[in-house]
């Protein structure tokens, strides 16, 4: 008699695991994530300002550190040499730096992010923070100034004129507007 039983079983079990499947595929085609955006170039660079190759040297420079990345912003001493992670990620890497890009480019609310990528608003800001800096961490020796040399040739006359000694102009105006409903 169990002999009977057990086909129709794992019949039935074969079955809830390909709904589930199913659920789970459709689930991930709703929420944002860069398995997805990869296929299409212009999303990656809509949502963040960068071409897919400039993403995908983004991210290899950033993995290495951004595996073994806290997100707590300080961690006890009793836990110094073990790995600081804590609870288990909800989003791989890829996510992460794509929702930390997306929130740099767009500013979007973190209840939004949390919504797209399908976490909790806690967990946004955390990945956010720890994201920024980690980036911070990888990239503060690189020179972003241009040498005075490249500055005096590409200055425009005006402000050869008026400004010889001018090293670098930062325009800091942030403008909100409404975005309307139905664009």
Same mark, same amino acid.
């Given at each position: 008699?169990?002999?009977?039983?057990?086909?129709?079983?794992?019949?039935?079990?074969?079955?809830?695991?390909?709904?589930?499947?199913?659920?789970?595929?459709?689930?991930?085609?709703?929420?944002?994530?860069?398995?997805?955006?990869?296929?299409?170039?212009?999303?990656?660079?809509?949502?963040?300002?960068?071409?897919?190759?400039?993403?995908?040297?983004?991210?290899?420079?950033?993995?290495?550190?951004?595996?073994?990345?806290?997100?707590?912003? %300080?961690?006890?001493?009793?836990? $110094?040499?073990? !790995?600081?992670?804590?609870?288990? +990620? *909800?989003?791989?890497?890829?996510? #992460?730096?794509?929702?930390?890009?997306?929130?740099?480019?767009?500013?979007?609310?973190?209840?939004?992010?949390?919504?797209?990528?399908?976490?909790?608003?806690?967990?946004?800001?955390?990945?956010?923070?720890?994201?920024?800096?980690?980036?911070?961490?990888?990239?503060?020796?690189?020179?972003?100034?241009?040498?005075?040399?490249?500055? %005096?040739?590409?200055?425009?006359? $005006?402000?050869? !004129?008026?400004?010889?000694?001018? +090293? *670098?102009?930062?325009?800091?105006? #942030?403008?909100?507007?409404?975005?309307?409903?139905?664009?």
């Amino acid at each position: 008699m169990s002999s009977c039983l057990l086909p129709r079983t794992s019949k039935r079990l074969d079955q809830a695991l390909e709904e589930l499947q199913l659920t789970k595929d459709a689930l991930d085609r709703c929420r944002l994530n860069y398995k997805l955006m990869k296929i299409d170039e212009g999303k990656i660079l809509f949502y963040t300002g960068l071409s897919a190759s400039a993403f995908s040297q983004l991210l290899e420079m950033i993995k290495p550190a951004a595996k073994f990345m806290s997100y707590a912003t %300080d961690v006890p001493e009793d836990f $110094a040499g073990q !790995d600081p992670r804590g609870r288990p +990620r *909800v989003l791989c890497v890829e996510d #992460e730096l794509l929702m930390t890009l997306i929130k740099l480019r767009h500013d979007f609310p973190e209840s939004d992010l949390a919504v797209r990528f399908g976490v909790g608003q806690s967990t946004v800001s955390r990945i956010f923070s720890a994201y920024v800096r980690c980036m911070y961490f990888t990239f503060k020796d690189i020179n972003i100034w241009p040498s005075r040399n490249m500055i %005096d040739r590409f200055m425009p006359d $005006a402000f050869k !004129d008026k400004y010889p000694s001018t +090293r *670098v102009v930062i325009d800091a105006t #942030e403008f909100r507007i409404e975005k309307p409903a139905n664009p």
